[in-house]
């Protein structure tokens, strides 16, 4: 299967700062999904993007999928403490294999 | 729905014991996936079925892991014999078609 690399592996910001993380695949993605694990959770489903050059938002969150569908990228701005969390891409090539998450801490 | 329902929540077992996690998907969906995640090594995908079909196992560590999907509801990952370097979360997630994933709750397993 394909495998998706995520950087960074952590971030920790200052509440208000913005914050981006960055998906790569070797393949081309059919689509990619981002999902948001909080602390002792599991993942859940944020959005998916599948159409080149692809944008979306949901209130301070934007998902970018790029021209050539091999890259992505998560950037939240102004974060909150409810931010917090693991954040990880998947390619979705029917098996769903993740990226190494970025986890992000807030101090507020 | 309940969601994807996965059981123990919490396993602790002494190295060399048969471990066995079950998972039951949500109803209509057909995609069924087992990960393991730990600190050093992520979210890795062990193994995923689709309409109860084993497609791709490749993520299993070796041959003490198995996993099972005798029908829709219903799948099992089974570790025998258990080692202390298994100890990780264990999730199962379903999926129908090419949309999200659902995971469940998973199982903390401690090897000791």
Not at chain 1, 73 to 81: G, Y
Request: charged fraction near 20%.
């Amino acid at each position: 299967g394909q495998q998706v690399m995520q950087i960074p592996q952590y971030q920790h910001v200052q509440e208000g700062e913005d914050f981006t993380t960055y998906c790569n695949s070797s393949t081309t993605l059919s689509n990619i999904q981002w999902y948001k694990q909080r602390p002792g959770g599991h993942p859940v489903f944020l959005i998916q993007l599948v159409k080149s050059g692809e944008v979306k938002k949901q209130k301070r969150l934007t998902f970018q999928f790029g021209e050539a569908k091999k890259n992505s990228s998560l950037h939240i701005t102004a974060t909150q403490t409810t931010d917090v969390g693991t954040y990880f891409c998947a390619g979705n090539n029917n098996d769903m294999r993740f990226g190494a998450g970025t986890r992000l801490t807030v101090k507020p | 729905d309940a969601g994807v329902i996965q059981s123990p929540r919490h396993e602790v077992t002494e190295m060399g014991q048969e471990v066995t996690l079950r998972c039951k998907p949500i109803s209509g969906h057909d995609y069924l996936f087992w990960y393991r995640q730990t600190m050093m090594r992520g979210l890795e995908l062990l193994i995923y079925f689709n309409n109860n079909v084993p497609i791709d196992d490749s993520g299993m560590p070796e041959d003490r892991f198995s996993a099972k999907m005798p029908n829709a509801s219903f799948s099992t990952l089974k570790i025998q014999p258990s080692e202390p370097r298994d100890s990780a979360v264990y999730f199962c997630a379903s999926r129908g078609g090419n949309t999200e994933a659902f995971f469940g709750q998973g199982t903390r397993l401690t090897v000791v």
